[in-house]
């Protein structure tokens, strides 16, 4: 019979200082080990190379480490890096590294496949497989903040929950994973610096305002009537723009943090007036500002980006009401690493 040792991933630091004070070691050890697997990233216990040979065979006995493998790497041409990440029962889910002039961001993500069914959305075809746990989320922005000093010569310096999944679907996990990339004992980075992007869970939205998290919000809004929203986010049936505006409100009363709605303009399906005034209307409930994302298309047949002039119809409408508005490009385009592309296409 096989024996399934436990992830010594997750053993808090206590647990792993209790660890060694039972089996006659120092406390310290705990912290040492600790600062192996979480700062240093160790995969093997005999990375660990300031313990004994006796500790770390020690170790071996009782523990496997679980850590993630990137198992496929592509480059696109304008610097953006999609990695194909193994988990330990073999599954896949992508994480993107994009560098600009200033910045370098992880887009991570949070389930394998997404329970969501966004018809415009590449990752909702593979339906929701499992929730990935904190670690296989911390691991892989290590990954990338690894890449980023490789290929770019500096540090991560943000994070957004825009890969695969819905990441308030996910939410024990992905607090516990932010804690450990703003902690000093993780990656000490600033959670303003982390973005969590959700198709707006109402009820989530409210309970993370009131947990008192400090990252920042993004709504993929993408339209403010219900009718069309739920012809392209058929989950905007269960929680419709009521309830959303209503938590997002409450967010914005109790963290003080505006919200970044992301927002596409398809063709024949939100780029008339009408469309705009009622994204206006939706951006009064909180201070906001809106990011007019590009369609990265996913072969369906159904969704065309709009043209610049129905782009522009936005921009100058919600500019006049005093609404900032940006319009982004997307990147890595040509290996299917962009927003919506993630679907593990190279994958049998
Ligand atoms: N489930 C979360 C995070 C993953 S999606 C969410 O919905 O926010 C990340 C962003 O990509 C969202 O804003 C989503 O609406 C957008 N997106 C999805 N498919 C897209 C596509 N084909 N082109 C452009 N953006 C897309």
Known sequence: MK???KDIRA???????????????????????????????????????NLSKETRQMMRANFSINHIKVDSMQRSLDGTIKNGIRLHDGMIVESVLIPTAKRSTACVSSQVGCSLDCKFCATSRLKRMRNLNPDEIYDQV???????????????SNIVFMGMGEPLMNYNN?????????????LGMSPKRVVVSTSGVPKMIKKMADDGVKFNLAVSLHSAIDSVRTSIMPFNETFPLKDLREALKHWYDSTS??????????EGINDTKSD??????????????????????????????????????????LEAKNITVTVRRSRGKDIDAACGQLANKDKS
């Open 3 to 5: 024996i399934v040792k």
């Open 11 to 49: 053993l808090s630091k206590e647990e792993l200082r209790f660890f060694f004070t039972s089996n006659g070691d120092k406390a310290f050890r705990g912290n040492q080990v600790y600062e192996w697997l979480w700062q240093k990233g160790a995969h093997h216990f005999d990375d660990m190379t």
């Open 142 to 156: 290590v990954a990338i903040d690894r890449q980023s000093k490789l290929y770019y010569g500096r540090p991560l």
């Open 174 to 186: 992905v607090l516990k994973a932010i804690d450990k990339i703003t902690s000093k004992d993780g």
């Open 257 to 266: 943090r505006i919200i970044t709605y992301e927002y596409v303009v398809w």
């Open 276 to 317: 705009v005034e009622a994204l206006i209307d939706f951006c009064k409930f909180a201070p906001s500002k809106v990011n007019l994302i590009e369609y990265n298309p996913i072969d369906d047949g159904i969704f065309h980006q709009a043209n610049n002039a129905a782009i522009e119809l936005y921009v100058s409408m």
